[in-house]
């Protein structure tokens, strides 16, 4: 353990993490700023300000990607850290915005220690992580590592009906730099955990070296509504119980192939939505998740059996829509190496951790080595407004991202 390391200042830290927060704020102290709002744009104007204020050359690519570049002593592949400032629409104020303000915090922390690195750090904020009102989720860091075309990125519809193009030019964020901008010699994506295991455990960082695959698809029943009192069962095609037994099918299945499947049946729409009609219509979306491609995709075959089986035992017609699909990735053994050395230098226990949540880093990971560092979330709570980490373990994640970071670019 190092008796006297550089550590950052945590105060500001908590300053703009609660300025940050307060674009969008909802009630019980969430954050609602959803991708390429009007709030998303004050969030963005704000980060922005602050990483010039830094000195930082600040850019925004075609897909609105902000980056901010603090220049080494040599003209090398940078290092980059960040993360998003998107939410969901019951977010809190830690969820990505960690990510990129911790980036922030260790740029400022090297200038008033007067350390210049060789390698120039970049700080990122990805567009469009969450996938709450576009789909895919990680569009930018998606269309950053070339995995869509970005006609395809900037054509995505959202709930609402926009599209990112449009939005971007609309908020002033189309930015003219290309995609892929910078090959980075390194990614390190400081998060919150968004899961229990470090608040229960009493662990304060955890090093994750992999992440769960992910499927998401939406299923729309066509069926026929009828009388609720008139109809007998037998001769139903009731599409609201086709959707309730597709969220029993994923519930069952998730138990049947073992600890490291989930899956989550998010969204229901029913049509016409009303108590004396049988549903004629529903629309589900079906999120399925593993850290096994084998089992992903053994569990999307047997959801394309039982939906087959369920049409037809039911006279029904189904149809399903891919809105993302990204495998299992393992992380870069050394800088989770690196991220653990610098833990314990700090005087942490780190633990080694699979996220079961999706994170730009996953995406970053295709073109450079990447790892993530973790935080504890109380009780594990996430996308919801009770969303808390303690001050303490904010500043050690951020320490151990200073530390990391100024090894990778030393």
């Not at 969820?95 to 750090?121: S, Y």
């Not at 996938?131 to 054509?155: E, H, K, N, Q, T």
């Not at 390194?186 to 695959?213: R, S, T």
Request: charged residues 20%; hydrophobic residues 45%.
């Amino acid at each position: 353990m190092d008796p006297n390391p550089l550590r950052i200042a945590v105060e500001p830290l908590l300053q703009r993490l609660d300025q940050l927060a307060a674009i969008g704020r909802t009630d019980g102290g969430g954050c609602c700023r959803l991708a390429l709002t009007d709030e998303d744009r004050a969030g963005r104007d704000l980060v922005v300000r602050w990483m010039r204020d830094a000195g930082l050359d600040v850019r925004v690519d075609a897909v609105g990607n902000i980056f901010g570049r603090r220049e080494g002593t040599h003209d090398l592949a940078p290092v980059m850290t960040g993360s998003h400032i998107d939410t969901v629409r019951s977010g809190g104020k830690y969820d990505g915005n960690l990510g990129v303000l911790g980036g922030l915090e260790v740029v400022r922390t090297l200038d008033a220690a007067g350390i210049r690195t060789q390698r120039p750090i970049v700080v990122a904020a990805f567009t469009n992580e969450e996938g709450a009102r576009f789909a895919p989720d990680m569009l930018g860091s998606l269309a950053y590592v070339g995995g869509i075309p970005l006609a395809d990125a900037l054509a995505a519809v959202a709930i609402d009906g926009a599209r990112v193009g449009d939005e971007l030019r609309r908020i002033g964020y189309a930015g003219p730099e290309p995609l892929g901008l910078w090959r980075p010699h390194a990614y390190v994506e400081l998060h919150i955990e968004q899961g229990p295991v470090l608040d229960v455990e009493g662990g304060v960082i955890g090093v994750v070296d992999n992440l769960q695959g992910i499927s998401w698809q939406e299923a729309t029943v066509v069926g026929q509504s009828n009388h609720a009192g008139t109809t007998p069962m037998r001769l139903r095609h009731d599409a609201g119980y086709c959707a309730a037994a597709i969220g029993t099918f994923l519930r069952q299945l998730a138990r049947e192939l073992g600890t490291h499947q989930v899956c989550t049946m998010g969204q229901v729409e029913l049509h016409p939505n009303l108590i004396n009609v049988i549903a004629g219509r529903a629309r589900v979306t079906i999120d399925m998740r593993n850290t096994d491609e084998a089992l992903l995709q053994e569990a999307e075959r047997r959801l394309a059996a039982f939906l087959a089986d369920l049409a037809r035992d039911e006279g029904v017609d189904i149809a399903t829509r891919r809105l993302a699909r990204f495998e299992p990735v393992i992380f870069d053994a050394f800088i989770a190496g690196r991220i653990e050395a610098c833990a314990r230098r700090l005087g942490h226990t780190p633990r080694r951790m699979t996220s079961g949540a999706g994170h730009d880093a996953q995406m970053i990971a295709r073109i450079a080595p990447t790892a993530m560092i973790f935080v504890p979330s109380v009780r594990g709570i996430s996308h919801n407004p009770a969303e808390h980490t303690e001050p303490a373990h904010l500043a050690a994640g951020v320490d151990v991202l200073l530390h990391t970071l100024l090894d990778l670019a030393a």
